[in-house]
């Protein structure tokens, strides 16, 4: 296994992050995704900056919190990263359960064979019978075919009239 970054980080995808970035701000958030350039996506993150302020020559810090959602942190800006917690337990139940299933053709031209539902052994959902279905397809009855196409496919038109029998 390569021990690029890319490797590394990808361990951590689904896990909250604190970011703290160049002019000192730090986001915390859930790690989605990156990319070569080392660009993050964070959900749910929340941005937070230390404020200093000086009144009578006391200086006073006070932090400031936003909530961005769902954000990109340039990867240029970026100065450190550490995992503040473990990915939510509910990650697991939003992927759907793998396990056996039922492959069936579903081609065009087949009719659907219900065999593997139980109670309709054999039969065939309503609206999906073998007849064809009038208007469905094809040219509707009483349209007039293209010129030159009403003979069938292949033949030339017929002679214009009384142009030469010999």
């Known amino acids: 296994m390569p021990s690029g970054k890319g490797s590394k980080l990808l361990r951590y995808v689904e896990h909250r992050l604190r970011i703290t970035l160049t002019d000192s701000r730090t986001i915390t958030g859930t790690f989605l995704a990156f990319d070569k350039h080392l660009n993050l996506v964070l959900a ?28 990109i942190l340039r990867g240029e800006n970026v100065v450190s990263i550490a995992v503040e917690g473990p990915p939510p337990p509910s990650a697991a139940s939003r992927m759907t359960p793998g396990g056996p299933g039922v492959a069936v053709g579903a081609g065009r031209g087949s ?8 109670g309709q052994m054999g039969q065939v959902p309503m609206g999906l019978g073998g ?5 469905v397809g094809g040219i509707p009855m009483g349209a007039m075919p293209p010129p030159g196409m009403g003979m069938g496919r292949g033949m030339p038109p017929p002679p214009p009239p009384g142009a030469g029998a010999f």
Do not use: Y
């Not at 009719?111 to 139980?118: A, D, E, R, Y």
């Not at 007849?131 to 208007?135: D, E, F, K, L, V």
């Open 111 to 118: 009719v659907p064979t219900m065999n593997h539902i139980p």
């Open 44 to 71: 749910d993150s929340e941005e937070f900056r230390t404020l200093k302020g000086s009144k009578q020559n006391i200086v006073e810090e006070r932090q400031e919190k936003r909530n961005l959602g769902l954000i």
């Open 131 to 135: 007849a064809p279905i009038a208007g």
